[in-house]
C-alpha cells in the first residue's frame, strides 16, 4: 500500500512539473514576440490590406470633369481663373500692412482711353470715388479696384471686354491681384454657365453674384446680388418701417423679373416661379425670350409670360 502511494505522488509531482515547463515555455515565447513587436516601430499602426488613399490636392481638382457641356478647352480656361487661388484667405493673400500705414483708402484705376464701361460699373466706380474712402494716390491705397469692365464676362453680351487677360497683366500695381477687389455679375455662356472670368485673378478677392459655395472662398470673397443697369447708384425714398409695424407697410412683399431659362442651369428654379405669382402682392415676372433659339424651346406659357414681363 505505501508502495502505490509512492508512485502516485512520484507521478503527480511529474505531471506537475511537465505542466509547468509547458505553460512557463508559452509564457516565455509571447513575451519574447511581444518585446520584438515593441521595438518594431510598426507596431503603433495597424496595417491594412490596401493604402488609404490621400486626400485630393485642391489644384488636381482642374482635371475633373465638372460640366459635360463644355470643352476641354472652356474647362481649362475657366480652371485658370478660378481654382488657382482657391486657397487664398485674408491671412494669406491680403497685404495688411498697406492698410496699417493709412487706413482704410481704395484706389481707383485710372480709366483707359478707348474703353468702354457699362453704366452699370461706372456707377460702381463712382460709388467708390465719392466715398470717404477714396484716394487718388496708389501709394496710400489698402484696397484697388480695376477701371477695366469686369461685371459682364458673358462673351455673347455687347457689354463683354476683350483681352482682358493681357490688359489685366500689363497693370503695374497689379501685383497678382494681392489687395485687389473684382466685381462680377455674369459669367460664362448660357446653357453651362461657368464661372471663368476671362482672366487669372490671382490673389484677388471677388465680389460676384451668383458665386458657386464651391468656389465661394469664406471670409475673402464677397456675394454680391445680381442687380439690373437700371438699378439706381443711390438708394430711393424713405421706407415706410416704423418701430412695431409687423408686417411693414409696403404695397409688395416679393418682386422679381428677370429671364426664365427654358433649359439649362436655373430652368427648374425660375420655371417654378409662376405658382406664387398672385399679381397684387406677390409680383413675378419672366420672359422666355433669352439666347437666339429660345422659340425652339418655347412651352405653353411663354406668350403670356412675355406679355406680363413687357408691361
Excluded at 480652371?79 to 481704395?106: A, H, I, P, W
Aim: hydrophobic content about 30%; proline content about 5%.
Amino acid at each position: 500500500m505505501q508502495a502505490k502511494k509512492r508512485y502516485f505522488i512520484l507521478l503527480s509531482a511529474g505531471t506537475c512539473l511537465v505542466l509547468l515547463f509547458y505553460f512557463g515555455g508559452l509564457q516565455f515565447r509571447a513575451a519574447r514576440n511581444q518585446s520584438r513587436r515593441e521595438a518594431s516601430p510598426d507596431h503603433y499602426w495597424p496595417r491594412f490590406p490596401d493604402a488609404l488613399r490621400p486626400f485630393i490636392p485642391w489644384d488636381q481638382l482642374e482635371n475633373e470633369d465638372y460640366n459635360v457641356h463644355i470643352s476641354p478647352r472652356q474647362k481649362r480656361d475657366a480652371n485658370s481663373s478660378v481654382y488657382k487661388g482657391k486657397k487664398c484667405r485674408m491671412e494669406s493673400c491680403f497685404d495688411f500692412t498697406l492698410c496699417k500705414k493709412n487706413g482704410f483708402k481704395v484706389y481707383v484705376y485710372p480709366q483707359q482711353k478707348g474703353e468702354k464701361i457699362a453704366e452699370s460699373y461706372q456707377n460702381i466706380l463712382a460709388a467708390i470715388e465719392g466715398s470717404r474712402f477714396y484716394t487718388s494716390d496708389p501709394s496710400q491705397a489698402c484696397l484697388f479696384v480695376l477701371s477695366l469692365d469686369t461685371l459682364d464676362r458673358d462673351q455673347l453680351s455687347p457689354q463683354y471686354v476683350h483681352n482682358l487677360r493681357s490688359k489685366v497683366q500689363s497693370l503695374h500695381l497689379w501685383n497678382n491681384g494681392r489687395n485687389h477687389l473684382i466685381f462680377n455679375l455674369y459669367s460664362g455662356t448660357w446653357p453651362d454657365y461657368t464661372e471663368d472670368v476671362g482672366f487669372d485673378i490671382g490673389q484677388a478677392m471677388l465680389a460676384k453674384a451668383s458665386i458657386s459655395t464651391e468656389n465661394f472662398r469664406p471670409n475673402f470673397d464677397v456675394s454680391i446680388p445680381l442687380f439690373s443697369k437700371d438699378h439706381p447708384r443711390t438708394g430711393g425714398e424713405k421706407g415706410f418701417l416704423r418701430f412695431n409695424t409687423i408686417p411693414p407697410l409696403r404695397k409688395y412683399m416679393l418682386v422679381f423679373k428677370g429671364k426664365r431659362y427654358l433649359t439649362g442651369i436655373g430652368s427648374d428654379t425660375r420655371n417654378a416661379l409662376y405658382h406664387v405669382h398672385n399679381g397684387e402682392d406677390v409680383v413675378l415676372l419672366t420672359t422666355c425670350k433669352h439666347g437666339k433659339d429660345w422659340q425652339k424651346h418655347k412651352d405653353s406659357r411663354c406668350d403670356r409670360d412675355n406679355t406680363e414681363y413687357e408691361k
